[in-house]
């Protein structure tokens, strides 16, 4: 089937947190950006794609506009890991991370929702479900205080979440957290590349006790594989993937020893092609792996259903924020800390034009 035209829609999305103001790559945030793309096809069907994203969403949605969309136009939709890597051979100048591959991610996932709805099945079923509903973790926002970590993890507690991610990089809010939440909750913590390697070793040292289930990112730059790889059997797993994109740099990073926990994805790598050969590569490696998911759409709904196939089950990432209003109202809501993987065609949920139109940013 050929593809007939590839549009991408920027949407500004209002959201409420118990977490207080907020900060997104360094700016000033209370929208969620989130950057659609849709594919159409000759025999009138539609997929939906999510590509990264936040505040640098503008410079992905030129590359989708202006490079990597005019390049899919008339190709053949059906075929998409060839199709994926021609693009990527064609863009790969602009670099094998970045809006370019951003762009490529975004549409990868809306040519497996096509795939899936060319073939009556959901993406989780083209993939191999093994089963139908999963454990997901709320993922806080940095919290603007200490107040407001406290009463996150009341809520996160109340909604019947078994795990919470912070995204805090004091020992104290740490600390706090655990309180919050009692022993039983499971406690992870995304510090988003701080420290040196040594200034990590002292706070997992302080961290020690609080049996966190891992400890994203600790140390700058986040390709410092054998920094990382230095952190390892101190007593706390360590976590990284989302800033890696290429197939060879997650060999490298498998290479050094990394990582306890692997973090690729879906809509920064190159899409659910891209991401289902490191999970892959990760299962070679014996390293667990938990999909990376700051996506609240078609990025949220692939994730889920790569999800289902992973075995054991592992927990989903979602932001633990409230939109005021969701592109897709359709979406399996969480409750019970769990979702259902929604079962298709496809990925399963379409868009409200209505809401669309409504935060579209132009
Ligand atoms: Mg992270």
């Given at each position: 089937?050929?593809?007939?035209?590839?549009?991408?829609?920027?949407?500004s999305?209002?959201?409420r947190?118990?977490?207080?103001?907020?900060?997104?790559?360094?700016?000033?945030?209370?929208?969620?950006s989130?950057?659609?793309?849709?594919?159409?096809?000759?025999?009138?069907?539609?997929?939906?794609?999510?590509?990264f994203?936040?505040?640098?969403?503008?410079?992905?949605?030129?590359?989708?506009?202006?490079?990597?969309?005019?390049?899919?136009?008339?190709?053949?939709?059906?075929?998409?890991?060839?199709?994926?890597?021609?693009v990527?051979?064609?863009?790969?100048?602009?670099?094998?991370?970045?809006?370019?591959?951003?762009?490529?991610?975004?549409?990868?996932?809306?040519?497996?929702?096509?795939?899936?709805k060319?073939?009556?099945?959901?993406?989780?079923?083209l993939i191999?479900?093994?089963?139908?509903?999963?454990?997901?973790?709320?993922?806080f926002?940095?919290?603007?205080?200490?107040?407001?970590?406290?009463?996150?993890c009341?809520?996160?507690?109340?909604?019947?979440?078994?795990?919470?991610k912070?995204?805090e990089?004091?020992?104290?809010?740490?600390q706090?957290?655990?309180?919050?939440?009692?022993?039983?909750?499971?406690?992870?913590?995304?510090?988003?590349c701080?420290?040196?390697?040594?200034?990590?070793?002292?706070?997992?040292s302080?961290?020690?006790?609080?049996?966190l289930r891992?400890?994203?990112?600790?140390?700058?730059?986040?390709?410092?594989?054998?920094?990382?790889?230095?952190?390892?059997?101190?007593?706390?797993?360590?976590?990284?993937?989302?800033?890696?994109?290429?197939?060879?740099?997650f060999?490298?990073?498998?290479?050094?020893?990394?990582?306890?926990?692997l973090?690729?994805?879906?809509s920064?790598?190159?899409?659910?092609?891209?991401?289902?050969?490191?999970?892959a590569?990760a299962?070679?490696?014996?390293?667990e792996a938990?999909?990376?998911?700051?996506?609240?759409?078609?990025?949220?709904?692939?994730?889920?259903?790569?999800?289902?196939?992973?075995?054991?089950?592992?927990?989903?990432?979602?932001?633990y924020?409230?939109?005021?209003?969701?592109?897709?109202?359709?979406?399996?809501?969480?409750?019970?800390?769990?979702?259902?993987?929604?079962?298709?065609?496809?990925?399963?949920?379409?868009?409200?034009?209505?809401?669309?139109?409504?935060?579209?940013?132009t």
């Amino acid at each position: 089937m050929k593809i007939e035209a590839v549009d991408s829609f920027l949407l500004s999305l209002p959201y409420r947190t118990s977490g207080g103001f907020h900060y997104i790559a360094g700016r000033p945030s209370n929208t969620l950006s989130m950057l659609l793309v849709r594919i159409r096809t000759t025999d009138g069907l539609t997929g939906w794609g999510e590509a990264f994203g936040h505040a640098g969403a503008v410079a992905t949605k030129a590359m989708i506009d202006s490079l990597v969309g005019p390049l899919i136009v008339g190709e053949d939709a059906d075929d998409i890991a060839a199709l994926t890597e021609t693009v990527r051979r064609k863009v790969h100048l602009f670099g094998l991370s970045g809006p370019a591959v951003y762009a490529i991610s975004g549409i990868d996932i809306a040519l497996w929702d096509l795939r899936g709805k060319r073939e009556g099945r959901s993406v989780s079923d083209l993939i191999g479900r093994r089963r139908g509903d999963l454990p997901v973790y709320a993922s806080f926002l940095r919290c603007s205080s200490e107040e407001a970590v406290e009463k996150t993890c009341v809520s996160a507690l109340e909604h019947g979440y078994e795990t919470v991610k912070l995204h805090e990089i004091t020992v104290e809010r740490m600390q706090l957290a655990r309180r919050s939440l009692g022993p039983s909750t499971a406690l992870a913590v995304d510090t988003n590349c701080p420290w040196t390697v040594e200034q990590a070793k002292r706070v997992l040292s302080d961290v020690g006790d609080l049996n966190l289930r891992w400890i994203e990112e600790p140390v700058w730059p986040p390709d410092d594989y054998e920094g990382l790889a230095r952190l390892r059997n101190a007593g706390t797993p360590i976590s990284a993937g989302e800033n890696t994109a290429s197939v060879n740099d997650f060999r490298r990073l498998l290479a050094a020893g990394a990582v306890d926990v692997l973090q690729p994805s879906v809509s920064k790598v190159g899409g659910i092609t891209t991401l289902l050969e490191i999970l892959a590569m990760a299962n070679d490696n014996g390293v667990e792996a938990i999909p990376h998911c700051g996506y609240m759409g078609p990025g949220y709904l692939a994730n889920l259903h790569i999800g289902a196939s992973i075995e054991p089950a592992v927990p989903m990432e979602r932001l633990y924020i409230e939109l005021e209003e969701t592109p897709f109202p359709t979406m399996p809501a969480v409750i019970g800390g769990r979702t259902a993987v929604p079962h298709g065609p496809g990925l399963g949920c379409e868009p409200d034009m209505r809401v669309v139109e409504r935060w579209q940013v132009t």
